[in-house]
């Protein structure tokens, strides 16, 4: 291309010069035989592109005072210049303006947008939980200390806050600790603002994005996403726990699967445990994807603790409502499972990063 210097830096001569730049790369896309690849490479080629040259001769070269008038210009012909790859890329027609309509070709398609694999499994989770009558609950994913930690019963320097390391909000030293802001760990403070709006009995599900100081790899995505569940009652036991997290096991992964509990701990559940699904790859026998073990980790669950109540009632009097989670009477359970992991099993995903990458061509086979 021939690039004319600059000598004239009014605003209209500039406006002029580069629309004259601006009108061969449309007409570069219009023309036939246009190839993405070559057009990327003749205009937005690093080292021998085009907007390589014109930054050069016109920005580079440009005296002080017509620097800013353009740098503008030149941002704008690369955003449109970006703008027209796309846009034939994506199978959009682009016509120099100065060509009549030809109604004889193709016409610019839209492209419709699909969910993210992500949201997907999330909304099919949801999905099965909403049948057997949850609703569904949001909060924040800017949460306080209290509902993030304190009144899930971890208490201020608790070991167990060691785990769920993440990023707090910076000049919060002059607040109270339980009103410092952070990114949250987990769903699990819904459960708290849930039961600070409702009195019992209650049933929800939370869907969420979470955030922990974890370093990434192939499994580790230091944003990842939760479902949370939660339901309180009068008389509800361990086993409403065990047969309603067994039902959507199968409900979501098929009727052959299994679940088996194990002891563990979290702060705001006891007793607390562990969920593992038979192996839906191997059905059980043992393969690579289950490590030979024949199950797979998915859930962490357990009895709602009367100390996550009591944090609630002593809240709820503290806003003026009454305190109507009454330990003698109340009992519930919660669970929390990781929609990333589900979501890579599902599909057979192999790399957490790529549910973050935005890279359409992964994105394309969800479509
Ligand atoms: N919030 C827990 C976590 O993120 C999971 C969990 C939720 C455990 C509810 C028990 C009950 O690790």
Not at 36 to 65: C, N, T, V
Not at 97 to 105: E, F, H, P, W
Not at 207 to 232: I, M, W, Y
Request: net charge negative; aromatic share 10%; with cysteine.
């Amino acid at each position: 291309m021939n690039i004319p210097q600059l000598i004239d830096f009014t605003e209209a001569s500039l406006d002029a010069a580069f629309a004259s730049v601006r009108n061969e790369a449309e007409a570069a896309v219009a023309a036939p035989g246009f190839e993405a690849e070559q057009f990327r490479l003749e205009w937005l080629g690093r080292k021998q592109g085009h907007l390589k040259a014109i930054s050069d001769a016109w920005l580079k070269a440009a005296p002080p005072e017509a620097k800013k008038l353009i740098g503008q210009r030149f941002n704008a012909l690369k955003e449109q210049v970006e703008g027209f790859l796309i846009a034939a890329s994506a199978g959009a027609v682009v016509k120099p303006a100065s060509a009549g309509l030809d109604v004889t070709l193709p016409g610019s398609s839209q492209r419709v947008g699909v969910e993210h694999p992500l949201v997907k499994t999330m909304a099919e989770i949801v999905g099965v939980f909403q049948r057997m009558g949850y609703s569904v609950g949001l909060g924040p994913e800017v949460e306080s200390d209290f509902y993030n930690f304190e009144a899930l019963n971890f208490p201020p320097n608790h070991p167990a806050r060691d785990t769920q390391d993440t990023l707090v909000v910076a000049e919060q030293e002059g607040k109270p600790l339980r009103e410092r802001l952070l990114m949250r760990t987990h769903t699990s403070p819904v459960q708290i603002r849930s039961m600070l709006e409702q009195a019992p009995p209650l049933r929800l599900v939370i869907p969420g994005k979470v955030h922990r100081n974890d370093a990434a790899d192939a499994t580790h995505s230091p944003v990842f996403h939760q479902v949370e569940g939660l339901c309180v009652d009068t008389n509800i036991t361990f086993s409403d726990l065990k047969g309603t997290l067994d039902h959507a096991m199968k409900a979501f992964f098929g009727s052959a699967v299994k679940t088996r509990f194990f002891p563990s701990f979290f702060p705001f559940t006891e007793p607390s445990a562990d969920v593992q699904i038979s192996c839906i790859f191997c059905g059980g026998k043992g393969c690579r994807k289950c490590k030979y073990s024949g199950w797979i980790e998915l859930l962490g669950c357990g009895m709602v603790d009367p100390a996550v109540f009591e944090a609630v009632n002593q809240r709820r009097i503290e806003l003026g409502h009454d305190p109507v989670y009454d330990t003698r009477r109340i009992s519930g359970f919660a669970f929390g499972m990781g929609v990333d992991r589900i979501a890579m099993m599902k599909y057979g995903i192999s790399d957490i990063g790529l549910l973050y990458s935005g890279d359409m061509r992964f994105l394309e086979q969800f479509a």
